[in-house]
């Protein structure tokens, strides 16, 4: 973070610009997605009722020496979450 100035954020995802600007190579992202129940923060920030049912999906970015470069955690309303895959499969 402090080798970074704010005129480096040339992109909206974070993890490119530390990738270009630091020389970082991004190896892998691991996604995990989990059902979970709006908290009362949540819930205000949501604009949803406390309980409401959320999905949340952590995104932990690491390079190519597995090493943690960006952390993202996201929660959305269950109403409007949407999990889509497209895996590639060689030799199939």
Known sequence: ???????????????????????IKIERVLVTARAEIAN??????LGTKLGSPMMST?????TDRQTT???????TPSEHFVLSYDVPLDGA
């Open 69 to 75: 470069i960006e952390v993202t955690i996201t929660n």
């Open 40 to 45: 009362k923060t949540q819930a205000r920030s």
């Open 1 to 23: 973070g402090s080798q970074l100035s704010i005129e480096d954020f040339t992109d909206v995802l974070i993890f490119k610009n530390v990738s270009r600007c630091l020389g």
């Open 58 to 62: 952590e995104m932990v970015y690491l």
